[in-house]
């Protein structure tokens, strides 16, 4: 018997429509959707916001570390990480093989879909600089981890999540 693991892994920067698509994928394949930042939020009883204040982002990156191990261990339908998760080494390890499907967004659409009055506490001080150097730092990260590429810029999740679906059944003909 083999051990669980999701269907799919959903990686990409804030805005990219991890958590929507995701939803959307898990319910045209009748499984599971799983949040890693949603399991944190849950296992402390506090806002992510909170966790960055209270304790710093150390204290947030060894939580999430640890809900995406559990998550990629239990987890067998669709798994979106927080956007940051992928600059943990040993997460990087654990991605190694999964089916990793990257949900590319540009600049302007994850500043659109984000917000400019938003409490994500990585983007104190200016969100669309922020953004963009998340975006800067974190694309090698998320490319290098793909086992596909899809960008969100003016899609629907619907769409995204039938280009996903139509992608992942091409590479398991091919």
Do not use: C, N
């Not at 959707?33 to 966790?51: K, L, N, P, Q, S």
């Not at 640890?66 to 956007?83: M, Q």
């Not at 953004?131 to 290098?144: F, V």
């Amino acid at each position: 018997m083999s051990a669980a693991r999701p269907r799919v892994v959903l990686i990409g920067s804030m805005g990219a429509g991890k958590t929507t698509v995701g939803e959307v994928l898990a319910e045209r394949w009748g499984v599971g959707f799983r949040d890693t930042d949603a399991d944190v939020v849950a296992a402390e009883g506090r806002a992510i916001a909170d966790i960055f204040v209270e304790d710093g982002e150390a204290r947030f990156r060894a939580l999430e570390r640890a809900a995406v191990r559990t998550a990629l261990a239990e987890h067998t339908g669709v798994l979106a990480l927080g956007g940051g998760a992928v600059l943990d080494p040993d997460t990087r390890t654990l991605l190694a093989d999964h089916v990793v499907v990257f949900l590319q967004v540009g600049l302007a659409d994850a500043v659109q879909r984000v917000g400019l009055g938003s409490s994500r506490p990585l983007l104190l001080g200016g969100v669309r600089a922020r953004i963009k150097a998340l975006l800067d730092e974190r694309t090698p990260l998320y490319t290098e981890l793909a086992t596909l590429v899809v960008p969100t810029d003016g899609r629907e999740p619907a769409e995204v999540a039938a280009a996903i679906e139509a992608r992942l059944e091409e590479d398991t003909r091919a």
